[in-house]
C-alpha cells in the first residue's frame, strides 16, 4: 500500500504505560499441568530453529533440521498422546546454508528461512541486498528474513524505508518476508512503532524484533509497542500482519509470556504459526525439558535435551 505518514507521525506513546502493561505478562496466566504442556507444545512449533555462527558447517545445519523434524523423544509424543510427530516451524540459516537446509528437510514440510540483506548490520548497497535475496530464493528458501538500514529511522526518512523495504519485497518474489527492525538499535518507542508501520505498509509479511547480534534483543515493552502497530494496521486494513520476537528467548517461561501477549493483545490468530514465530536456538531445549517434566513428574536436565 502507499505510504501514508499521517498513521505514525501523529502516534505518541506513553513509554511508563509500555512498560508497567508489559509488566503485568510474564505471570498474567497461571498456566498448570496439561494447560502449561499444551501451550508450550504451541510454543515449539512456532519456533524457528535458527543456527547464525560465523562457524556454521552443513554438518552442524544438517544436525539443526535433524532436530527440526523430531523436535521432541518419541516417548514423549507417545506419552502425550499426540498421533504424530510436532515439528518446528522453521530452520533459520545463512543464505550459503540454504542448500543444505533444503536437502535436509527435503519432505518434511518445514520450510527453510534465510536471513539476507547483509545482516546483521544490513550496511550493504541495496543492488547487493536485493541480489543476496534472490540468491537466497533461487538456492530454496521460502522465507526471507530481511534487516532494515537504521539510518533511515534516525533520519527520519520515511520514504526511504519504505522504498528500500518495497524493493526487498519484490525481491522477495513468492517467498515471505519478515522484516527485522533491530529495535535494540532505534532507542525509543516512537522509532519502533514508526518503522513497523512502514514496512507493514511497504509489504513485510512479518516484522521481527531483531537479528539476536544487537546489545538488546527482544523485550517485551518493545514487542508490545510492534503489536500494537500490528493491530492498528489490521484496523486500518483488515490486512494480518505476523510477529516474530528473536534473540535473548531461552527459557520456556519467555516463550509462554510472549504467548500471552499475542493471545492478549491480537488473539487467537497470532497464536499459529503462519502470524506467530520465536526466533531460537537454545529454547526449544528448555521446552523438551519442561514437557518431560511434566510426563515423568521429575526434574529434567538440560543435558538431556541438546539441540543440533
Known amino acids: 500500500m502507499p505510504l501514508k505518514k499521517d498513521w505514525f507521525e501523529e502516534m505518541r506513546i506513553n513509554a511508563s504505560a509500555v512498560e508497567r502493561r508489559a509488566g503485568t505478562l510474564a505471570g498474567r496466566r497461571g498456566l498448570k499441568k496439561e494447560w502449561r504442556a499444551a ?3 504451541k510454543a515449539l512449533m512456532a519456533i524457528d530453529l535458527t543456527t547464525l555462527a560465523g562457524d556454521d558447517t552443513p554438518a552442524r545445519v544438517r544436525r539443526l533440521c535433524a532436530k527440526a523434524r523430531r523436535p521432541l523423544r518419541s516417548d514423549l509424543v507417545d506419552a502425550l498422546g499426540l498421533a504424530d510427530m510436532p515439528t518446528v516451524a522453521a530452520v533459520c540459516v545463512y543464505p550459503t546454508m540454504v542448500g543444505p537446509a533444503v536437502k535436509a528437510l527435503e519432505g518434511s514440510g518445514i520450510p527453510v528461512a534465510s536471513v539476507a540483506t547483509g545482516f546483521p548490520s544490513g550496511l550493504m548497497p541495496l543492488p547487493l541486498r536485493l541480489e543476496e535475496i534472490r540468491y537466497a530464493v533461487s538456492e530454496g528458501a521460502s522465507e526471507i528474513d530481511i534487516v532494515i538500514t537504521r539510518a533511515h529511522v534516525f533520519a527520519q526518512d520515511w520514504q526511504a524505508l519504505y522504498d528500500e523495504v518495497a524493493a526487498m519485497r519484490e525481491a522477495c518474489g513468492a517467498a515471505h518476508m519478515k522484516a527485522i527492525l533491530a529495535t535494540g538499535d532505534l532507542k525509543t518507542f516512537q522509532n519502533v512503532y ?32 510492534m503489536v500494537r502497530a500490528i493491530r492498528d494496521y489490521l ?47 537454545s529454547l526449544l531445549g528448555d521446552i523438551e525439558r519442561q514437557i518431560e517434566q511434566f510426563v515423568t513428574g521429575r526434574p529434567s536436565s538440560a543435558t538431556r535435551h541438546a539441540v543440533g
Open 39 to 41: 501451550w508450550l507444545l
Open 194 to 225: 514508526s518503522a513497523s508501520m512502514v514496512a507493514m505498509m511497504a509489504g513485510a509479511d512479518f516484522i521481527k524484533t531483531s537479528t539476536g547480534k544487537e546489545d538488546v534483543n527482544a523485550t517485551l515493552p518493545v514487542s508490545l509497542v
Open 235 to 281: 484496523e486500518r486494513t483488515g490486512v494480518k500482519i505476523g510477529f516474530k520476537p528473536a534473540g535473548g528467548l531461552k527459557t520456556a517461561k519467555d516463550a509462554l509470556a510472549w504467548q500471552v501477549l499475542m493471545k492478549e493483545e491480537l488473539g487467537r490468530d497470532w497464536l499459529e504459526r503462519d502470524l506467530f514465530r520465536i526466533g531460537a536456538s
